[in-house]
């Protein structure tokens, strides 16, 4: 594994865009913790090594003018990032001190990868060969169930789910699930849960003086407090705190304190009018029980991980070398957890995504289509589930257009496209007509390509239809228009939009033969074809192609050119877009190759996506070595952007989104076409 990868923020906690924690920091003890939008969602971990206390994780209060304690970090000597754990490793006192994160991300089990449960588990090993006496230490606050905490008053209570002990905490008086949406949220309603078998467990919710009663006395009575040494005053913030004893001497490693850290969001989405949990609830499963289900099946999980993120690293350096391998494990967890997975009145996978530090919109069409690569990797039927609620939007009255909707809300709320929308009428300015046209064709096409399911496309069949007649009509010169790149502004004669005009057109040509309508498929091929050939001639500009057709001298990534290769369409002139991948690598700056000749900003997703046009693995390990150069030393410590600047290589906006499972495509490119 490459040890020496610096991730920009750490995955910690990844179940959903609300249940998210993250370290913005080198060391896991050098800042609170935080959630992905950069505020506080605290986890504190302690740990008293023969009667000395040590923090490993997390500060005792963001504002280091009221410290609770000057307690020292125990020395961070190890962070290995895998995709689906992340393990730190510190030494001290003459031990071994190991914790590990682990999200089961498992894409081959629809009900783990909705269950809002992930673990930590500590361990420790002397190093001196002596005995050491440990003790641990854990707590939680209340910001993991607020918008804004410092507006808010909380309560907990002990928790207990069949020998399972712990603490729960939640508002005093908590917001109404689902009443409102937006961008820079967090979830204002619920129970946040901190949990764990140890048998000698002991928990409290009290104020935070009970850190200082536990560095002192490694006990968690709060009657001890009146005879501790004088400290500087506490900041009295309720907290939910766990303690339990690791014993270690110089034969083995003690086995691991498991904790379980858990979310009872009650309901997740608002899915078309109807309040609806995460998928793993469909059939009525209470709280309670998937929590006991967590907690009896983490050795098995454990296991499953271990191989899991194993081979997803081999794999990925096969696929890109260590850089992309590294860069893989990072992307994969906020690939995923930057969705919610629910199911719908049929008991069918919706997949909703939310457009994270971009507007907030969920289940956003063009947000989806770069982030599939990852799924289709893993599980097509995720895709499917992305694709579902914006069926079942176009197909509503509401949806006034002869093209695809942007998006089916703002999240939580899937209830209807708030892109465009002003005072209740959706502008045509603001839409992205063949870039959702083109996108929802190839993402059908790849998911049937995929395993071979063609249920879905069958049943919207006639809708791909009227969206191919759009890109017929509109798709090979396409007019002052958005497309996916919205934050470049509108367009006219957009080269590389045209190129997703034809290959979506040639993606329906290919369902349409899959689906047993030969004679349809051929003439949209032909259709196709020839659009692709007059493209060849409008975008040429001698050695690469335009960003514009009118632009001479103006140059693009042309991505969308990956799924002609993929879905083996070969609609496209391989000579040409060889030609502009030599181009492409003299374009490149410190940080990577800029979106196109307007600016040097890039996006990351659509970087690998060029870089998985080409055969030539030394050609893909120098588009690829940048970005992960960029993600190793930008001073923007944030959950992985995908939209930077290659000179400054600093994050401009986006973070935390999906799109960075296109990170995947040249996983995706030798799944498919290599033997």
Not at 135 to 140: F, H, P, R, T
Not at 361 to 387: H, K
Not at 530 to 536: D, F, I, L, P
Request: with cysteine; aromatic share 10%.
């Amino acid at each position: 594994m490459n040890s020496t990868f610096r991730p920009p923020a750490v995955p910690l906690v990844t179940v959903d865009p609300f249940f998210s924690i993250w370290s913005f920091s080198d060391t896991l003890a050098g800042d609170v913790t935080r959630h992905w939008t950069g505020r506080p969602h605290s986890l504190l971990g302690l740990v008293r090594i023969d009667g000395q206390t040590y923090r490993f994780m997390g500060l005792e209060t963001e504002d280091r003018s009221r410290p609770v304690g000057e307690l020292p970090a125990l020395e961070q000597t190890g962070l290995a990032v895998r995709a689906t754990q992340t393990t730190y490793t510190f030494a001290g006192a003459g031990i071994r001190l190991e914790a590990s994160f682990m999200a089961p991300l498992l894409p081959d089990d629809l009900e783990l990868v909705s269950r809002p449960v992930n673990y930590l588990a500590v361990s420790a090993a002397s190093t001196d060969g002596k005995p050491h006496r440990i003790e641990l230490y854990l707590d939680i606050t209340g910001d993991l169930c607020a918008d804004n905490p410092g507006t808010a008053a909380f309560k907990g209570e002990l928790a207990s789910f069949d020998g399972l002990r712990g603490v729960g905490l939640q508002q005093l008086s908590p917001g109404t699930p689902l009443a409102k949406s937006g961008d820079n949220q967090r979830i204002d309603w619920g129970t946040a849960y901190l949990l764990t078998s140890s048998p000698d467990a002991k928990a409290l919710v009290a104020s935070d003086q009970v850190r200082l009663v536990f560095s002192q006395t490694g006990s968690l009575d709060l009657s001890l407090a009146e005879q501790l040494r004088p400290r500087p005053r506490a900041t009295e913030n309720l907290v939910g705190a766990v303690s339990c004893l690791l014993e270690t001497g110089p034969a083995a490693a003690a086995d691991p304190a498991v904790f379980l850290l858990a979310y009872d969001d009650i309901v997740s989405i608002d899915y078309f009018g109807r309040p609806t949990p995460a998928y793993c609830f469909r059939d009525g499963a209470s709280f309670a029980e998937i929590i006991v289900m967590a907690r009896d099946a983490y050795p098995q999980l454990k296991a499953r991980c271990d191989a899991f993120d194993e081979k997803l690293w081999a794999d990925c350096e096969r696929s890109g070398g260590a850089a992309y391998a590294s860069l893989a494990s990072l992307a994969y967890r906020q690939a995923i957890a930057a969705h919610k997975l629910i199911a719908d009145e049929d008991g069918q996978a919706v997949f909703l995504s939310k457009e994270c530090f971009s507007n907030g919109c969920i289940g956003t069409v063009d947000v989806s289509y770069p982030s599939i690569p990852l799924f289709l990797v893993y599980q097509p039927e995720l895709v499917r589930g992305m694709m579902r609620p914006i069926f079942r939007f176009a197909a509503s009255d509401a949806w006034p257009y002869d093209f695809a909707p942007h998006d089916v809300g703002q999240y939580p709320k899937a209830t209807g496209q708030v892109y465009g929308l002003r005072a209740g009428e959706l502008f045509l300015d603001k839409q992205m007509p063949v870039e959702e046209c083109g996108n929802m064709l190839i993402m059908m096409a790849a998911a049937c390509r995929a395993d071979g399911d063609l249920t879905l496309a069958r049943r919207h069949l006639e809708q791909l239809g009227r969206w191919a007649e759009y890109l017929r009509q509109y798709g090979q010169d396409p007019g002052e228009q958005l497309c996916t790149d919205d934050f470049a502004g509108h367009l006219a004669h957009n080269a590389n939009l045209a190129v997703k005009a034809i290959v979506g057109l040639g993606a329906y040509a290919w369902l349409l033969e899959q689906c047993g309508r030969p004679s349809e498929a051929a003439s949209t091929r032909r259709e196709a074809l020839a659009m692709a050939r007059t493209w060849q001639q409008m975008a040429d500009d001698g050695d690469h192609t335009r960003l514009t057709f009118d632009g001479e001298g103006t140059w693009s990534m042309k991505y969308n050119l990956l799924f002609d290769r993929l879905l083996e369409l070969n609609l496209f002139d391989k000579l040409s877009v060889d030609q502009d991948l030599r181009f492409w690598l003299g374009q490149q700056n410190r940080y990577g190759l800029p979106l196109d000749s307007r600016a040097t900003y890039t996006k990351a997703d659509w970087l690998v996506w060029c870089a998985a046009l080409s055969d030539d693995p030394a050609q893909v390990r120098r588009l690829i070595q940048p970005l992960w150069r960029f993600y190793h030393e930008s001073g923007s410590r944030v959950p992985m952007t995908d939209w930077y600047d290659t000179v400054s290589g600093r994050a401009i906006h986006f973070r935390n989104r999906t799109v960075m499972g296109g990170l995947f495509a040249l996983l995706l490119k030798d799944r498919w076409l290599r033997p």
